[in-house]
């Protein structure tokens, strides 16, 4: 009984002696390694991501992983699992194997702001891919697409093939979680298009998706039976469109391009899907993330920022909007047509 | 008819195994003994920066488990605590930030664990007095106080909270300072009080206690009060860490949380449970996390050999009843 009361306490004790062994340094410990001089070893390079649940993650990963092995870089991974305190422990456990720079996907603006702290207090270079943080005086580099105006061109060459058919057009538009940069972007992408074409567009619906394909399906369906003549959709995520061709194949709206009751349809990200779509003619348009240009970009960042170059807090990329004019020239460029091979 | 004979081997055999299964310190000894292997090839693991960054992670997490062991102690579960964690996260950084007027930390704080002992009140309340499964009850909180966390801030987070407020999750002294406090003082009202031996009581047989004079209601409803207190005490620290009110906060560990507590020894079926168990089997889980990050693996692996390793442990767990109480 002594025994079993002790032991608690005796664990508390040797906690709180590892505790107060650690905490005297203001660094972490002087155990960690200080990022190497350039071309002294093989650099490793920690790569958390939020999640992997989407193809784009998945695209994003993988362009990442072939460019440090392009450039002979170890990648240590580490996913989250949509976790953010979970994160913070990951890019701690990078900081503790002394990794040579982190390229971090965050789950959203905020919560990244501590992890950036410590990979500054570690000096280790820290990049965002995707996701860029809220204004900090904690250092990193953002590599993102130009959600904003990448959407305007995707939605404005949406509105020309809707002046084409001279009728005045109702919109939906599916957004993304509110809470993430991205999905922002991309609606106040959507509005700057729509913006002095009302006599072209009447938008009467905005579908909180919160990235999430049920939330996604159940707005779709609703606003199709509020408004059964809606024919003009726009997707902050091409991710959701399983969701919304469910939801229009069950009003019996889903029509190929030409043929009456065609939807005017158009997306973002440019994944598998999207790129099939576009194939069998459903889909008029969709915004494509270069995520080999953001792929190669973070990790150029990153080398800069160890050999100590300036380099800019946000490196935009500008993407492309791929339609049924350009399929066969921008396909190659298409992260989700690759995909398809 | 008379029995067949035992032999010698086959008893020695046994009782070394019920000893295996019945030890107070096998999960400590195999988290031990896991270090120990895994140390030699795992860069970085036996650092203090690691074992530090491993604390930090592992206090909420304890914290959590510290009230999932009450409540199933008494037989219950509880699925709300990651809701929980959730909505006092935002409502306490909702105070505290200009959204709120700017509320000083310690009165944040105190109406975070108020809500939280509060929400836990709410489950306990409707288990016992409309005897409704704890599953169901949970589960259904769960899912209204997540969407309800979500409506509250429209899927924002809320940022800019109080340094004093920060200290209590980033300054690991003040954390682990906390925590020790929760689990001694849980770990003496279990060991030490009528409220403890009741508990227990009520989850070995709640029939039985009841006839015996022991307020089982009373006892549940406790059981979840402390388990919402617990989760709020979490999310405090949660929220410094990540200098974030979160309406998501917390949503993925609940697994994490459920199985520490099992793989600590604390049974499913109720009746069987000790705070120094949860803290070996939340031990356990952050070394193996741990571990397997510092390998590199993907986390499709590390998820699947945490799943492994809690299925392992339920099945110990039925094996250990069948062996203490004789439980088919």
């Keep these: 009984m002594k025994r079993i009361t002790s032991f608690p306490l005796t664990f508390v004790a040797l906690f709180g002696a590892l505790l107060c062994g650690g905490c005297g340094k203001s660094d972490p410990d002087g155990n960690t390694s200080p990022p190497s001089a350039p071309g002294a070893k093989k650099l490793n390079i920690g790569v958390a991501f939020e999640t992997l649940q989407t193809e784009y993650w998945v695209a994003g990963f993988e362009a990442i992983k072939a460019e440090l092995k392009k450039r002979d870089i170890t990648m240590l991974e580490a996913v989250a699992d949509q976790d953010a305190s979970r994160q913070l422990q990951q890019v701690k456990t990078f900081i503790t194997r002394g990794v040579d720079g982190i390229i971090l996907v965050p789950k959203d603006a905020k919560t990244c702001i501590p992890m950036i702290r410590a990979a500054n207090e570690a000096r280790i270079p820290i990049v965002l891919f995707n996701r860029p943080a809220d204004k900090t005086d904690a250092v990193s580099t953002a590599v993102v697409a130009d959600n904003r105006t990448l959407t305007r061109d995707t939605v404005a060459y949406m509105i020309e093939q809707a002046k084409k058919t001279g009728t005045k057009h109702k919109a939906m538009v599916v957004l993304g979680d509110l809470g993430d940069i991205n999905a922002i972007g991309r609606r106040d992408g959507f509005e700057d298009a729509v ?33 059964p003549d809606i024919s003009f959709i726009f997707t902050s995520s091409d991710f959701l469109f399983p969701s919304i061709t469910s939801a229009l194949k069950a009003a019996g709206r889903y029509k190929k391009i030409g043929e009456p009751g065609h939807v005017i349809l158009g997306g973002f990200d440019g994944d598998a899907t999207a790129y099939q779509m576009l194939k069998d003619g459903y889909l008029d348009a969709t915004g494509v993330q270069d995520v080999y240009f953001e792929a190669q970009q973070s990790v150029q960042a990153l080398l800069d920022r160890r050999e100590g170059k300036t380099v800019g807090e946000l490196i935009l990329d500008p993407g492309f909007v791929i339609h049924q004019g350009n399929l066969n020239e921008m396909a190659p460029r298409m992260w989700g047509a690759n995909i398809k091979k | 008819m008379a029995a067949t004979p035992v032999t010698n081997l086959e008893s020695r055999t046994t009782t070394r195994l019920r000893s295996l299964c019945l030890s107070e310190y096998l999960v400590l000894a195999l988290t031990v003994l896991m270090f120990a292997a895994l140390a030699p090839f795992t860069p970085g693991l036996g650092t203090s920066a690691n074992l530090l960054n491993a604390l930090g992670y592992l206090l909420p997490l304890f914290i959590v488990a510290v009230g999932m062991t009450l409540v199933m102690i008494t037989g219950g579960i509880d699925l709300s605590v990651t809701s929980i964690i959730a909505l006092t996260s935002v409502v306490g950084a909702k105070l505290m930030t200009s959204d709120g007027g700017g509320t000083p930390a310690i009165i944040g704080v105190l109406v975070m664990l108020a809500l939280g002992a509060g929400l836990g009140a709410l489950n306990g309340a409707v288990i016992t007095m409309l005897r409704l499964p704890a599953f169901i009850v949970t589960l259904a909180s769960m899912m209204f106080l997540s969407g309800f966390a979500v409506w509250l801030t429209q899927s924002k987070n809320i940022y800019g909270l109080p340094g004093s407020f920060l200290a209590l999750g980033q300054r690991l002294p003040i954390a682990f300072a906390l925590t020790a406090a929760l689990g001694v003082a849980a770990h003496l009202m279990l060991r030490r009080t009528v409220f403890g031996r009741w508990l227990y009581a009520v989850g070995q047989n709640a029939t039985a206690a009841h006839i015996s004079g022991v307020p089982v209601r009373a006892m549940t409803f406790a059981a979840y009060v402390a388990s919402g207190l617990c989760a709020a005490l979490a999310s405090v620290m949660l929220t410094g860490r990540l200098e974030t009110g979160s309406p998501v906060l917390g949503r993925e560990i609940l697994l994490d949380i459920i199985g ?69």
């Design chain 1, 195 to 227: 913006k002095g074409n009302e006599s072209v567009i009447q938008v009467v619906s905005r579908v909180p998706s919160e990235w999430n394909q049920e939330k996604a399906q159940a707005g779709v369906a609703n606003a199709l039976q509020a408004n």
């Design chain 2, 260 to 328: 520490a507590t099992v793989v600590g020894g604390t049974s499913l079926f109720g009746g069987m449970g000790k705070i120094a168990w949860t803290f070996f089997g939340v031990l356990f889980l952050t070394v193996l996390d741990n571990a397997l990050n510092l390998l590199s693996l993907s986390q499709f692996s590390i998820t699947i050999t945490k799943g492994a390793v809690i299925l392992f442990a339920a099945v110990l767990d039925a094996v250990r009843n069948r062996f203490v109480v004789g439980r088919s």
